[in-house]
């Protein structure tokens, strides 16, 4: 399978298994239930979803265990959308091109969404056999859990909020990423390697290597995006970083330097890697993928 | 031991588990870790780790299993009141006689400070071995995700917040308080239960029926205790629910049959619990405390 057609498969296998996680919207208490399925179905590009199997592929795990372990690591990450977006946060309007949840429903609403979404991805983790041995299962739940706490995923947020605004240094910046993005993206090549038989220490090293580059890549592209691409590409509000303050790549390296800063990440992640030969081509791809999308 | 000395004994071992496991106030983000502690420390009557400990006494389970458990339901609690009490929740100002934490700090970091207390408790659940066994503890993760979840608290939460002002039967209120506060009530028994080696089908049923009337009975309790305590005792702002226009059981049954109400589950528990014998003298003791608490 070439890589446009394996990227659209997953997109579709991690959507139907989300559309049959996600509790029915008839279902009481239906509003929740309905608006934890707009949050959480019908957009973004599953980067996650994506790294979870792209990472499986070394481990021979069961394509359903990855479809749970990456509709998880999804379900985080719908969850910090809805929440980064209320007035309190960033007071989006727009994701992937429809109103934010707390616009189209309200904010009590989201609240309890983003709370539903993110025990749901614990309950996805506890109820079906994400690894082949439950120590397996309990490391990815370990897994998913330090990517999103106050050392990661949230923590990163609250480090933003106070950013505004602000003066940074580059290496505070980088902190920042790391944990606001960079953690999340980080367990989902690790969750993806775990679900199979597990790894030996050094490949574990190697694709955490790996996965540390694709984060902080990732976040680059997206400062850079923000500034560059408009909100009808994006689907959620264009030069945001900007009109709020926010210390971004761009606004401390400028373009050129943001660009290039993101072009030698994904020649290091391709490097890194080489040693292990054409299984991980996927990973390779994702890599290019990442760092040339255009939202 | 006495119960009033075995109930300080259980909230001061809690308490000092939950100073471990919460991160310290001087980690970056330090904003959101002084949050994080002044949230879940300091206050309560941790009910619900006294259910886990009184539960886990029928099972062998080591004390610090039981500890970390009790931690995880509690810390479940603490988001879910910090969430409760945002703006566009609740929009309390007091809770365990302390400013709640959005009016403390503000409403983005209480936003975040609910997020990373759920996700501790999962990674509690997961860092430690909360059970004698594997399997054990991945259904220990599972019940409380299933009782946190749309379907247990959450989903109540959102049932409480569409019925403020509505006219609902009691067959809607039950229904809403069993998820609302009746399902994390339960999850601490059964969970205090399953983190040693296991019960039996009918024993398990026993539990579970005990911790339902347990849960019902203590929210019947709250609906009085907001009508007719004050808010020095309470610790939070006594008369809220008449002035939200929220049903309670005293606004549908009114105050007298609200009491009998409460007297008749307490009796129900008891009874439940008469074949368990001896070993069953803690719970009988807790649906007392619960039944009869001054706030």
Redesign the interface.
């Known amino acids: 399978m070439n890589f446009n057609d394996w990227l659209t498969y997953i997109q579709q296998r991690t959507e139907t298994a989300l559309e049959s996680l996600l509790?029915a919207p008839n279902?009481?208490?239906d509003?929740?239930?309905e608006a934890?399925r707009y949050a959480a179905l019908g957009g973004g590009k599953r980067i996650r979803a994506l790294l979870v199997h792209g990472a499986g592929s070394f481990t021979h795990a069961r394509p359903e265990q990855l479809d749970r372990a990456a509709c998880a690591v999804e379900l985080v990450h719908a969850?910090s959308l809805v929440?980064d977006d209320?007035p309190?946060?960033d007071n989006d309007t727009l994701r992937r091109g429809k109103p934010t949840v707390h616009v189209e429903y309200?904010?009590?609403?989201a609240?309890?969404v983003?709370?539903?979404l993110?025990?749901?991805a614990?309950?996805v983790?506890?109820?079906f056999p994400v690894s082949v041995?439950?120590?397996g299962?309990?490391?990815v739940?370990?897994l998913l859990?330090?990517a999103?706490?106050?050392?990661g995923m949230?923590?990163g947020?609250?480090?933003d909020?106070?950013s505004s605004g602000q003066e940074i240094t580059r290496e505070e910046l980088e902190?920042m990423h790391v944990r606001k993005t960079g953690a999340l993206i980080r367990a989902a090549v690790l969750i993806g390697a775990r679900a199979g038989e597990g790894v030996s220490d050094e490949r574990r090293r190697t694709l955490d290597h790996y996965a540390k580059r694709i984060g902080l890549m990732y976040q680059v592209v997206d400062d850079i995006l923000d500034a560059q691409s408009d909100t009808a590409t994006l689907g959620k509000t264009a030069g945001k970083d900007a009109a709020q303050g926010k210390p971004t790549y761009v606004s401390l390296l400028g373009l050129t330097e943001a660009r290039r800063f993101a072009e030698d990440r994904l020649a290091e992640a391709h490097e890194i890697l080489l040693p292990m030969g054409e299984r991980a081509a996927r990973l390779h791809e994702l890599a290019d993928f990442i760092a040339h999308r255009a939202s």
């Open positions: 509790p279902l009481a208490p509003r929740l239930h934890m969850y929440h209320l309190c946060m309200d904010e009590a609403t609240l309890l983003g709370d539903a993110q025990t749901l614990f309950q983790l506890a109820e041995t439950a120590s299962q309990i490391e739940i370990k859990a330090q999103a706490g106050s050392h949230a923590g947020q609250a480090i909020m106070a902190s």
